[in-house]
């Protein structure tokens, strides 16, 4: 049997596939609208203390509360009221160290996970991750693209070359093989291609354009890759 939920508690489900979320900007629908780049969960406060709190009782999410930039958990939530004050904490973070600031995250369980996997049909055998960095300490940018299936990765990769061509340091990409994959910090798949390439600095600029690929830009693979987002 498939699981219901009201249109509330997937957004919130669903909103965290990828990472943990800050329960203190579920308070504002309309900024979150323009951080997600999707409506916003129309709940009133109370309904979204309510909704939280439901999805926490039935363990399909958990919440706790860290220090910044760190994993140590200060305090695990479990109560409607301890949520309350949870979506409070952006208005007492003013005038605090950062340091001593506390944000309360929410996650996906594993059962949770599960769940949404039933309602959603995901294909994480086409998920991609995809991001750059800095390599060592230096001003170089590495850019780093995984996904399970090889051949949706070189799609993904060539669509980059076109779109993006200034991006990429032709020379300097390489490809290998990671396993296990973490594809989430709750899904966990048995491997995954990986390709890696260097930003080019601004005497390395001006590549040509590629023919166009007989695929859309990097956007459409991360629209398709699961049946409802």
Known sequence: ???????????LLETVVEHEWDISSLIDDSELELHLNKKGHGLT?????????????SGLIYAETRLPFSDE??????????????????????GVPEDKQKITYYGLTQEG?????????PNWQRYIIAGFGF?????DIIWEMICADKDWLE?????????????????????????PWEATYWKQLEGAHRIRFREPDES??????????SFPDMGFFNSVWCAWR
Do not use: C
């Open 155 to 179: 799609k993904y990769f060539e669509s980059q070359r076109y779109y993006n061509p200034e991006t990429i340091v032709l020379e300097s990409v390489a490809r290998d093989y990671i396993a």
């Open 204 to 213: 390395e600029k001006g590549h040509l354009r590629l023919p166009i690929p």
């Open 113 to 121: 996970g599960a769940q949404w996997e039933a309602f959603a049909a």
């Open 135 to 139: 390599l060592d300490d230096t001003e």
């Open 73 to 94: 958990v200060i305090d695990f939530i479990s109560t409607a009221e301890q949520i309350e004050l949870a979506l409070d904490e952006s208005k007492a973070r003013g």
């Open 45 to 57: 406060r109370d309904a979204l203390v309510e909704t939280l709190y439901r999805l926490l009782s």
């Open 1 to 11: 049997m498939e699981p219901r939920f009201t249109r509330g508690e997937y957004w």
